[in-house]
């Protein structure tokens, strides 16, 4: 099939690489509001979003951690879904606090402006779906898909605001956790580090 014109969706899509380099400019928060809105934003008087959900449950939460973010003090910040203007910053992150949870030595991890953590409560899922499958595993399994699908609206966000950035899910579980100290009960299920890319990438 030949077509004239790519769609502005095809273009994104054709553009989506990762990108682990990133120069010293700051993001703005409305470019970490639009990421944000693209990974979870609400968008219907229901409560549904920009992701889909099994059982419309949503167990996905959001949360940043800011290193050169414009008007944003360095550390771990969580947003309300709805009203992204509300930002509270929950507690600082020691720079190289991420980087012995790595398992690869990803130091993204560290240099990126901003961490977007893609956390969930993983026990609300694993009970609600207990019923499809005893061992629970079925929650865990849709918790994953789901947050794939987040981390896909992040890339192409990214693009279209010629940010870059590179999901990070290769990290220890136990690490990660205790370096990011989430509010229970959400863990941490992938990282998008996220910037301006660097000009050789
Ligand atoms: C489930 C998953 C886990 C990933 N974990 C990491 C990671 O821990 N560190 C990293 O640098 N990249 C990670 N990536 C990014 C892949 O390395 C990248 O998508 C792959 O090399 C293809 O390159 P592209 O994204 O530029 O197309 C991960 C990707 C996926 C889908």
Not at 24 to 33: G, H, K, M, N, Q
Not at 39 to 60: E, M, Y
Not at 113 to 136: L, N, S, T, Y
């Amino acid at each position: 099939m030949s077509r004239d014109k790519i769609s502005e969706l095809e273009r994104l899509l054709r553009q989506r690489r990762s990108c682990r380099r990133f120069d010293d400019r700051p993001l703005s928060i409305d470019a970490l509001e639009r990421l944000l809105f693209a990974a979870q934003g609400c968008t219907s008087c229901d409560g549904k979003r920009t992701a889909p959900s099994a059982h419309a449950l949503f167990p996905l939460k959001t949360f940043v951690i800011a290193r050169r973010v414009e008007g944003l003090e360095p550390g771990l910040y969580e947003t309300e879904t709805i009203h992204k203007e509300i930002w509270q910053r929950l507690h600082g992150i020691h720079p190289g606090a991420l980087l012995p949870a790595s398992l690869a030595d990803d130091i993204w991890l560290e240099d990126s402006p901003a961490v977007i953590v893609v956390a969930a409560d993983r026990q609300i899922a694993i009970d609600h779906f207990a019923d499809q499958q005893p061992d629970g595993l079925r929650g865990v399994r849709y918790i994953d898909f789901e947050a794939g699908a987040a981390i896909q609206n992040l890339y192409l966000s990214a693009i279209e605001q010629e940010l870059g950035g590179v999901v990070v899910m290769g990290y220890d579980d136990d690490l990660m956790q205790a370096a990011l100290r989430l509010p229970t009960p959400f863990q941490s299920i992938a990282l998008f580090c996220v910037g301006h890319p660097a000009a050789s990438r």
